[in-house]
């Protein structure tokens, strides 16, 4: 990768109803996505989410209707995300694993007024769930809906055959779609601007309630389609994501990204390695995307050695690679750091490529169009090439704000995110990753990066993961703890470890109780992939808070 990095976007207006006839009139029959024996075009993806968008319009949604998508990966996610947000409705995107209280409450933080879901999946009944969430529900008339919890919900549809008297079949909304023309659909498609908003996307609340992240037209569309250069799509790759589309992994970095590149996207109900590797083969599926603990269960399954795999030549997981396209050392493949209000990567590297040696653990430079600074968080003055801050970035991928937060309350006067992680820049622009600054340990008086820990605690020959968080202390306010997961049959133990730390870090940082677990699946993981940390600090909290 050269330094000559430019920013580039679409030569179309980054609008939904731009976008999906763009794509559909260059890549026509190609395949957009599979579901088991549901294989949707990119021509059948803008004439079926067109009828229902014609529909949607025939009911009264219009632009600025907030339309609630709660549904797994498929075609009909695809299809009911385009048809709402073609027509210029706000779509927040809902998390099919919530449970009744998550559910509930996010449907009440974004004001949906109409829900678009499934009845059910993998054990989930929505049309149930729905009832507990909002009492006074049952009974009530389809599309006139009034609950007092829910004061904004009017409507329900759902792709099911048969529905709750509150709620309609989807196929019956289909029904209304010839009571709006062509020309109508058209000018609620015209009448939409790249800076409008489009969706929502709740964070996955590791640590506190979720946030509701409002993105627009212009970025969802255009960021994807800046990253290409950065990665090896091409048309006609196929490409398999466990990852949801209710979050930017699975909807910008996966869905439009080959929407753009004129991929295939393969879904499964659910990722179960034996079958997933079964999908693979018989898809051809050349990008993997996914979490590291998913290239570790599908590597391990007992028939991994005799897959033909051959067709996977890219994607995140660099296990499932041929071993020439391999880097091996994941400090050395280049990386990129990202978040849900940047909408996904905002610094990167060529995807796959191998790092110089000096730049190990680099996430790479600020992706074109985006800028970063690093800034003290009490003086918020600019830190030097070198020196650790708080990561701000700007640019046009950036969210247009938290739903029902203040714009001044989450940017800074001049439009810059303090996004409340700890890194630096070295002398040629390469972002360093250290951790959370919410995370920061406090122990006598001290101030410890729990990544800096943890990365040292990483390159011990038996650790897979570690973990570094606080616990209470009566005296030094808080200690370093760590939760260490070993390698497959490999182990140490803890006051090995701690004499072999100890050594490599100051004392201060040393971790005075170290945790030790055989499998990640002992330690509580998020829907997201990501180590559920409140669960986890509980857990060290209860084994060594306040020890002496």
Known sequence: MTDDRRYQE?????TAGEFIRHVAAAWGDRELAVLEGHRLTFAEAERESARLAKAMLATGVKAGTHVALL?????????????????????????????PRELGWVLEHCDAEVVLTVDRHLGHDYAERLEQIAP??????????RVDSHPALRTVWMWADETPSWSAPVGELLGRADDVTDADLLEAEASLRPNDAMLVIYTSGSTAEPKGVIHSHGGTIRHPYNLLPFRDLEPGDVCYTPMPLFWVGGLTYTLISCMHAGATVVFEQ??????????IERERVTHVIGWPHMAKALTEHPSFADRDLSSVR??????LLPEDL??????????????????????????????AP????????????????????ITRKNQPPGEMGEIWIKGYSLMLGHLRKSRRDVFTKDGWLPTGDAGYLDADGHLYFKGRLGDQIKSSGMNITPREVELVIEEQPEVMHAFVMGVPHRERGEDVAAAVVFRPDQSADGDDLRARLKAEMASY????????????????WLDSGKIDRRALQQTLIDRFGDET
Do not use: C
């Open 10 to 14: 679409p030569d179309y207006r980054a």
């Open 270 to 279: 659910q990722f179960e390695p034996g079958a997933t590797l079964d999908l």
């Open 136 to 145: 006074g529900l049952a009974g009530q008339p389809h599309g006139q809906i």
């Open 71 to 99: 549904a797994p990966n498929g075609p009909d996610w695809i299809v009911g995300f385009l048809a709402a947000t073609r027509i210029g409705a706000l779509v927040p995107l809902l998390n099919t694993y919530y449970k």
């Open 358 to 377: 000096d730049k190990r653990g680099s996430f790479g430079r600020s992706v074109p169009g985006i800028e970063h600074r690093i800034v003290d968080p």
């Open 509 to 524: 940082k040393l971790p005075r109780h170290i945790a030790t677990f055989a499998s990640p699946q002992e330690l509580p």
């Open 326 to 355: 391999r880097v091996g050392d994941p400090e050395l493949r280049a990386n990129s750091l990202g978040m849900t209000e940047s909408l996904g990567p905002h610094s990167i590297e060529m995807i796959g490529s191998q790092l």
């Open 314 to 319: 890219g994607g995140s997981l660099d296990a």
